[in-house]
């Protein structure tokens, strides 16, 4: 026992069992006490045998409902701990629920969804997936099979295999999150539109895990995805849209990810123009940018590496220039993507093109 | 070998079809020449790197093909004007004519780059010497009056300058990279246009021929 509190407490506790028994409403209100105390000052998870005797007493005192409330509290105290310690919590308040509220409810539903998300964080993936298709079932009860909620459910299970890169079942997952949102929103929704673009991902990610002619169709698959629902993003919020630009941005990192440059680099040069145009010629969003068009050109040794690479240092050396330096806080207010000079490596990637690019004009020099 | 395949394509810029002779593969055994000329079956293929469409003169690598660049810079006096370049020779022109659209969006190397091209062509035709000559001269005026920081672009340039007998310009430049410290093989390539500034030769040589040369002279 690790808590500072506990110990004075249980002395407490053992005097009120004395006097009104062990299983009392006074034992019970102390241990509560007790979790609460822990709670706010120690480590909620050291609080979790307290709450397991006291939600015991209540139970057995007044009735499986009494025991919610105390439940509640606890898990929403402990959500940042492992899920290991709040499971059988968990576990217990979905058996609850579904004995006040039967299964088919809504309380059991958003349950069955926390535990789903609990199990995908912590490598319990299958056991996420009965429970998120659980949920899944009880809304189609509720809401009918075609309903919004259904589908956010179904959006739930798809970024979960998503989350976890289980490719196949997240490919197959969007294709049914995909059919419901044409049906329940419409085929040309912005719902339908960024349940397109998550497909797209997927695709990419999974061809990395392909022999090669599979491997091919999957990018094609995801750049026919990716063009259908930036084109009804396009018409929704405007071919420059902010919701256009955060789009290309997520394709182009997936696809510099998997190693597909060359199906990056037309969604790089679009990007590049439409952030000039938005940002400026000398923008800090132009950086990461340029540095990845670097990248991929040295990759393959394109005449074209040289002049991104001159643009990207120059670039670079007017945020970095001794004589006239702009801070932090001053880059923090420009335009556009402000991380670029911050924790993404942009003058390392810029470096690495550089010498591949040295390499690559050595060997066409004769070396 | 060099294939070649015949293929309609569509114009990006005026959309009706015309019949293209395609280059589907070559070989470039060798060393390049000193401007990067490939050597090879592929050096000889050089009047097949460009398309143009009968219809409305749109040049390009392929003319089904293209950016939004493309189709207003077929709508400018700069496309016409060099659409009507005196030069005798076709393949010569669709270099210029990509050289022009390069050059009018500001792209100076690719302009430079398709020049050369044009003056490769000229250099295929005894006849077209003097041609070759102006060429050279026309593709290092695209990168005067700006400072330029790339070896390889400079490098190219040397070259086209000592064989459009720009010796003071030639040298000038030489001396300039002489001074950089360039290292293996850079330095060896600038010492061989030196040597050759000096004698006045204003050849065709290869970067082999440069790097021996070089190595030759290490050892004695």
């Not at chain 1, 139970?59 to 409902?65: A, I, M, T, V, Y």
């Not at chain 1, 997936?254 to 145009?277: G, H, M, N, W």
Request: hydrophobic share 40%.
């Amino acid at each position: 026992m690790t808590s500072f509190y506990a110990p004075r407490h249980l002395e407490h506790i053992a005097g009120l069992e004395k006097r009104f028994g062990p299983v009392s409403d006074e034992v019970a209100t102390a241990l509560r006490s007790l979790v609460r105390v822990i709670c706010d000052y120690e480590d909620p998870v050291d609080a979790a045998p307290f709450l397991e005797r006291c939600i015991t007493i209540a139970e057995s005192l007044h009735g499986p409902r009494s025991v919610l409330p105390d439940l509640d509290k606890w898990i929403g105290h402990a959500s940042g701990a492992d899920f290991e310690h709040i499971e059988p919590f968990q576990l217990r308040r979905l058996a609850i629920k579904t004995e006040i509220f039967g299964e088919d409810s809504e309380a059991v539903a958003e349950e069955c969804e926390a535990l789903g998300r609990g199990y995908a964080s912590s490598g319990g993936y299958a056991k996420a997936r009965v429970l998120l298709e659980r949920s899944i079932s009880i809304k189609e009860k509720l809401h009918g099979a075609h309903s919004a909620e259904v589908a956010a459910a179904v959006e739930l299970l798809a970024e979960t295999s998503t989350h976890v890169k289980k490719w196949t079942d997240a490919k197959a997952d969007l294709e049914r999150s995909l059919s419901l949102k044409q049906k329940v929103f419409g085929k040309r929704s912005e719902e339908v539109a960024r349940c397109l673009l998550a497909s797209a991902i997927v695709h990419a990610n999974a061809s990395t895990r392909q022999r090669p002619g599979s491997s091919r169709r999957s990018i094609e698959e995801a750049v026919a995805a990716f063009k259908l629902g930036l084109g009804m993003l396009e018409k929704r919020f405007g071919p420059d849209s902010v919701e256009v630009q955060v789009a290309l941005e997520e394709m182009i990192r997936t696809y510099v990810d998997c190693r597909q440059f060359r199906t990056a680099e037309p969604l790089l040069k679009r990007l590049l123009s439409i952030s000039e145009l938005a940002y400026g010629e000398d923008a800090a969003a132009l950086l990461w940018i340029l540095a990845e068009l670097a990248v991929g050109y040295a990759d393959a040794g394109s005449e074209a590496t040289e002049p991104m690479l001159e643009r990207g240092f120059e670039l670079l050396q007017n945020f970095l220039g001794a004589r006239k330096p702009i801070f932090r806080n001053a880059i923090m207010d420009y335009a556009g993507n402000k991380s670029v000079l911050y924790g993404e490596g942009v003058l390392e990637r810029l470096v690495q093109a550089s010498e591949m690019f040295r390499r690559n004009l050595s060997k066409r020099w004769g070396a | 070998m060099t294939s070649y395949d015949t293929r309609v394509r569509k114009c990006y810029c005026c959309g009706k079809k015309s019949e293209h002779c395609e280059l589907m593969s070559s070989n470039s055994w060798g060393s390049p020449d000193l401007d990067q000329r490939p050597p090879g079956m592929f050096r000889a293929t050089v009047e097949d790197w460009l398309q143009e469409c009968p219809f409305c003169g749109y040049v390009a690598p392929i003319i089904d093909k293209g950016d939004a660049k493309a189709r207003s810079f077929v709508a400018t006096a700069e496309f016409r004007a060099a659409c009507l370049d005196p030069l005798a020779d076709p393949a010569s022109r669709r270099f210029l004519v990509r050289a022009a659209q390069d050059a009018y969006y500001g792209d100076r190397r690719s302009a430079f780059l398709n020049t050369l091209c044009a003056a490769w062509v000229a250099d295929d035709n005894k006849e077209q010497a003097s041609e070759a000559l102006t060429l050279r001269l026309r593709a290092a005026a695209h990168l005067e009056g700006r400072t330029i920081k790339s070896i390889d672009t400079r490098l190219l340039l040397l070259d086209v300058l000592r064989r459009a007998q720009r010796w003071e310009a030639a040298e000038g430049l030489a001396s300039q990279l002489a001074a950089e410290d360039l290292g293996y093989p850079f330095a060896d390539i600038v010492a061989f246009h030196r040597g050759k500034i000096e004698a006045r030769d204003s050849g065709r040589f290869t970067i082999a021929r440069a790097l021996d040369q070089a190595e030759t002279e290490e050892e004695w």
